[in-house]
């Protein structure tokens, strides 16, 4: 079989598979109110369905289906929510205490491999950088214990909750800042369905990188559900040539992150063709803002740090800008199969330390960059070209098999891919060890 042929049959046979888990709609355009807006390709011949196979626009301005607003992926409606998913960044456990979910959260030094190879000092929480992510749901008592193994004192602040004044976080304003070694306990009620993040509220540590995100779900999935939930928050740092310690004096920055890592060491973000994506975007960097554009598909804007908005307010987009300290929510139906780059569009944003993405490296290996490239900036000098057994640590990982050869050279900084995967090699790739040909997951016309 061909690869081509190979292809279509992924196309084929996943769209076969995940048919009959829904139930096709009928003039469903014309039907907002009913519970059941799942639909897959057009049936009614009116034009007013969404494709969920390949890409198209739907029903018209205005119509459910419109692309893909009110379209349902595979999971049924009145669910409890599914996880938010943290590629790269692990969850911090809990255990229930007296029907209080009790997290415990340590602010220490830490060190993260933000590329294969370079590991710089941070500031961080219980290992990593940023911290792991908090995740609770609507309505629960949560009590976090903060352990203080920096060199300095702190405090959390719980950034979008609406909690009692003194659980704040705030130093000198509503509480005593928490002394290096001690020991100090949040507790509140959590009324708000919202994405949130926690930082320390001693802006230098911030910008060492002292946050993480927070989540508090639903009772219930919002409308329509989501089959990936995906949490991806935006840092930047500035770390000098020779230097492994963030400068969080700096007013320029070389380093772009989600999740603490910088693509192509980002790890792709993996979804089934015809499902419903969300991704929640935080962005905690210093001072610049961040208009994250996805390919090949268009989204709505559904939540913001306020969290849901009604969906009469939705905006249609591929680019959502997301300003310091905002987080933006946005959804859309995965029908165009392929792997779709997710970058900030701010170009500096897109670099590895201004080595790689502006320079020569990705046009003509052989030409010295200080040397030959005029204006080629000098003070990058001194990072590390990548190594081979580096290289492995990003195209070896089992989430990029199927992809181009040297896919990794097209992605720097503030990058990832979302890989929209038809049913059957989505499988393979997340559920079996069977090797995956190169390029397997490039589609083109069908
Ligand atoms: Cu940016």
């Known amino acids: 079989m061909s690869n081509h042929e ?36 057009a049936k009614s011949g009116q034009g007013e369905e969404f494709p969920r196979w390949h890409a198209g626009p739907g029903g018209p301005v205005n119509s459910p289906t419109d692309r893909g607003k009110l379209v349902n992926g595979f999971r049924r409606e009145n669910l409890k929510p599914i996880a938010m998913a943290t590629p790269d960044l692990a969850k911090l456990p809990f255990k229930m205490v007296g029907g209080v979910k009790e997290f415990h959260l340590r602010p220490m030094p830490v060190q993260q491999e933000l590329l294969p190879g370079q590991t710089f000092n941070f500031y ?42 003194d659980m704040d976080g705030i130093p000198f304003i509503t509480q005593k800042m928490i002394a290096p070694g001690a020991k100090y306990v949040y507790e509140f009620t959590v009324h708000q369905a919202i994405s949130m993040a926690y930082h320390a509220h001693v802006g230098m540590q911030e910008a060492a990188g002292s946050i993480g995100m927070f989540v508090a779900h639903p009772k219930v999935a919002f409308n329509p559900p989501v089959d990936y939930d995906f949490g991806l928050l935006l840092q930047q740092f500035n770390i000098g040539p020779n230097s492994d310690v963030v400068n969080t004096m700096a007013m320029d920055w070389n380093y772009l992150t989600i999740n603490g890592r910088c693509g192509p060491y980002t790890t792709p973000l993996l979804v089934r063709l015809g499902s419903r994506v969300r991704l929640r975007f935080f962005n905690f960097s210093t001072l ?28 249609p987009l591929n680019t959502v800008r997301i300003g310091i300290g905002e987080i933006r929510e946005v959804e859309f139906v995965a029908n165009n199969p392929g792997d779709w780059v997710m970058h900030c569009h701010m170009f500096h944003h897109t670099a590895n330390h201004m080595v790689s993405q502006v320079g020569p490296h990705i046009r003509d290996p052989k030409l010295d960059t200080y040397k030959d490239i005029p204006a080629f900036p000098q003070l990058m000098q001194g990072k590390m070209p990548m190594k081979p057994m580096m290289m492995e640590k990003i195209a070896g990982r089992r989430e990029t098999q199927g992809m181009a050869d040297q896919w990794f050279k097209g992605s720097k900084g503030m990058m990832t891919i979302i890989r929209v995967l038809p049913d059957e090699l989505y499988t393979k790739i997340t559920q079996t060890d069977l090797p995956i040909p190169v390029g397997a997951s490039l589609f083109s016309e069908q």
């Not at 709609?25 to 897959?40: H, I, K, W, Y």
């Not at 913001?304 to 009604?310: D, K, N």
Request: aromatic share 6%; glycine share 14%.
């Open 288 to 315: 610049h803002q961040h208009p994250l554009h996805f390919h090949g598909h268009t989204g709505w804007l559904t939540g913001t740090e306020g969290g849901r908005i009604p969906d009469s307010a939705w905006l």
């Open 124 to 165: 961080g929480y219980n290992g990593t950088m940023p911290g792991p992510t908090i995740e609770v749901n609507q309505g629960d008592r949560v009590r976090v214990v903060v352990h203080n193994e920096l060199p300095e004192a702190t405090t959390i602040h719980w950034h979008g909750l609406e909690c009692p004044n």
């Open 6 to 41: 190979d292809r279509r049959n992924f196309l084929t046979q996943g769209a076969a598979a995940t048919a009959g888990l829904f139930t096709a709609g009928t003039a469903l355009g014309q039907q907002p109110e009913t519970t059941s807006r799942s639909d897959g390709d």
